[in-house]
């Protein structure tokens, strides 16, 4: 129990300092008159003072509260080398039966595990969730066992009492790790971009290693192995060999005696894009359909477009010599035999034979086919003639063959079943509604794939392989008709592009591909394909393990599966004859970005609150207690500042002056001293 004096005034306090001043004037008067009363009539002046201030003894029972120290314990992955976790289990529940053992101490014991989305050890916030759920009033200390590795040093935090940081690890220590410093997300096909890496060692590395192997692999290919000196930036010209996603990996060997390998392993993903589609397009004649390739090409920024028109109708027979019927000369050569490799695609639009193009051109165009180029044949009526491309040497790797007839009539397109499959005509917009075409050349299919079909279900669009190049064959000039909306059009443009894409191998729109996409530590396996069916798909996980997973048809074509990765690495996928790689997470995670203890990143917020900074290998430090503002921490041991909290159980207060007693000795001293000077 606890007492303690109140004043609760009567009057206001300013009231009272007046009443006090004429209490003072009065008796001073009375001294001066030569009153022998003036000692009693100021008594009791004093008194009524005394009552209007309104004094009372306040008494409090109290029950003492205990102090609580905050016990936080980093879990997250750095902390999990070598002997870390035995220190901070071993550790805690030393300090924490220490601190029991103390009279009026409880322990709160919190638990730092990874953070989210590769966040790191979040330290600081989880000592600020542990301090909002307690009374401020009553912590008396906070001491956190970890690495010192902390990503969230800069929390603005006001700590109530003395922070303590016990490292775990050793002094002997060290580690290498690899560091990619400039990895883009896209870079150009064919043309090589830079990427900076460096090696470093950090702790007590030896001091007699100048090299250190690296081995790089493109998309899971066998790696080879380069030597490079240590602690220096290290740049590496790298050209990407395919569009779409590249995954490049490097890794650096374990070293005898470094922490961990988490970190000696980079994870590049690179999407490579073409910069400028180089297109060849070769009108025969004037005609509707050919400002719709046009268009199209141009209406893109990144084709570079290279546009022959033939004006010369055929049936006009002049005897002009073929040379002299432009204004340029037609760079033939040129263009067919010198730089016919530095295009992605070749457009025939109506084009005949008429002894522009030699047979030796022609000849160079199929093989440029045949090296990995690619053809679109866009057929006109010349194509059933004599003068058709089919009878040149371009016929060799056509999948068409032509019958010599035009069929002159009204059909509407349709997507052949293995059209509804294929990434081409898959999905097409308003399929079933759509306007339709006027004339078709009616061609018998060899090879390749029939993806679209007209008059009588002949094959309309032919889509095919040649060896490492592509051909396809539009059996019709009257496209056209679509953006002009004759009979409500169709998706012209939008099967013209995919067309198009599909030719320049474009990784999206691979009729047999097999992809997956990430999303944190779950992928999306994504399997397009011709076929009806599909095998499991095998999924080789980065230790080794093999995983089969059976695929979905989730609409024509195309099959998918998901997979929740076990951990962070490069994961292999295989599913008949596609294979592709895959990287889960980032392959060095934040917590491994710095491995080695360190107090240098809290050292500052520890020093503030006058705690200390001890290694645990040094022994786990005694617990005392010190008074608040003082030095929190010595040699082998911490402190902590007793709060004295308490909980107030009852209070009561007793009035000092009752009125009744007030009033008595007010009356009693004023009448002594009239009675004293009356008898004067």
Do not use: C
Request: hydrophobic fraction near 45%.
């Amino acid at each position: 129990m606890t007492g303690t004096v109140l004043f609760a005034p009567l009057v206001p306090w300013p009231a009272l300092a007046v009443l006090a001043a004429l209490v003072v004037v009065a008796t001073v008067l009375a001294v001066l008159r030569g009153l022998s009363g003036w000692a009693l009539r100021g008594v009791a002046g004093l008194i009524v003072l005394a009552a209007l201030s309104g004094p009372a003894l306040q008494q409090e029972d109290r029950a003492p509260l205990a102090d609580i120290v905050i016990l936080a314990e980093d879990q997250s992955a750095s902390q999990q080398l070598t002997d870390r976790p035995g220190q901070t289990d071993d550790t805690a529940t030393a300090l924490a039966a220490a601190l029991e053992a103390r009279e009026g101490t409880e322990v709160r014991r919190v638990t730092v595990p990874d953070g989210e989305e590769d966040a790191g050890t979040r330290l600081m916030t989880a000592l600020s969730e542990a301090l909002s759920e307690e009374p401020r009033a009553r912590v008396a200390g906070l001491i956190a066992i970890s690495d010192g590795q902390v990503h969230d040093p800069d929390l603005a935090l006001d700590l109530p009492a003395p922070l303590h940081l016990l490292l775990t690890g050793r002094e002997t220590d060290w580690d290498r790790r690899l560091v990619v410093k400039n990895a883009p997300a896209f870079a150009i096909i064919g043309e090589p971009v830079t990427l900076t890496l460096r090696i470093e060692d950090s702790g007590a590395a030896p001091t007699d290693t100048g090299l250190a192997p690296i081995d790089i692999s493109v998309d899971g290919a066998p790696a080879q192995r380069f030597n490079v000196r240590i602690g220096e930036d290290i740049d590496l010209p790298v050209t990407l060999p395919h569009g779409g996603r590249n995954v490049i990996q490097f890794t650096v060997p374990e070293a005898d005696g470094e922490l961990t390998d988490r970190n000696n392993t980079a994870l590049i993903q690179i999407n490579g894009v073409r910069d400028r589609l180089r297109v060849l397009l070769v009108s025969g004649e004037p005609h509707a359909g050919g400002r719709t390739w046009r268009n199209l090409l141009k209406s893109d920024s990144s084709v570079d477009l290279v546009h022959f028109t033939i004006l010369r109708p055929p049936e006009k027979q002049d005897g002009v010599p073929v040379g002299e019927l432009s204004l340029i000369a037609f760079p033939t050569r040129e263009l067919f035999l010198e730089k016919i490799d530095d295009f992605d695609l070749i457009i025939f639009d109506r084009y005949k034979r008429r002894g522009i193009l030699p047979a030796l051109y022609l000849d160079n165009v199929a093989r440029y086919i045949r090296d990995g180029g690619a053809v679109l044949i866009a057929a006109g009526p010349d194509f059933a003639g004599a003068d058709s491309l089919y009878r040149s040497p371009l016929g060799s790797v056509m999948p068409a063959m032509p019958s010599a007839r035009v069929l002159e009539e009204a059909y509407r397109p349709t997507v052949s079943d293995i059209g509804d499959r294929h990434p081409v005509t898959t999905g097409l917009p308003g399929a079933g509604d759509w306007g339709r075409w006027l004339r078709q050349i009616d061609v018998e299919a060899r090879s390749g794939t029939v993806v679209m079909e007209g008059v009588d279900e002949r094959p309309l669009l032919v889509l095919d392989r040649v060896e490492e190049g592509r051909v396809a064959l539009l059996a019709s000039d009257h496209a056209w008709l679509w953006n002009r909306g004759y009979e409500g059009g169709g998706p012209q443009l939008e099967l013209l592009r995919r067309l198009a894409h599909w030719m320049m191998k474009e990784p999206e729109l691979e009729e047999e591909a097999l992809t997956a996409t990430a999303t944190g530590q779950s992928m999306r396996i994504l399997r397009r394909t011709l076929k009806e069916t599909v095998p499991p798909v095998v999924i080789t996980a980065p230790d080794g393990t093999q995983t089969e997973l059976e695929m979905t048809e989730a609409q024509p074509g195309q099959f998918e599966t998901r997979f929740d990765g076990p951990e962070i690495g490069l994961y292999r996928l295989e599913n008949g004859d596609q294979s592709t790689v895959i990287g889960l997470g980032p392959a060095a995670p934040r917590e491994f970005e710095a491995t080695i203890a360190t107090a240098d990143i809290l050292g500052d917020r520890v020093a503030a609150t006058r705690g200390g900074v001890l290694r645990i290998e040094d022994g786990v430090p005694r617990v005392r207690a010190v008074r608040a503002g003082r030095p929190a921490a010595g040699r082998g041991w911490i402190g902590i500042t007793p709060r004295d909290a308490y909980e107030t159980l009852d209070v009561r207060q007793t009035p000092l002056l009752p009125a009744w007693l007030v009033l008595l000795l007010a009356a009693g001293f004023i009448t002594a001293a009239w009675l004293r000077e009356g008898r004067r």
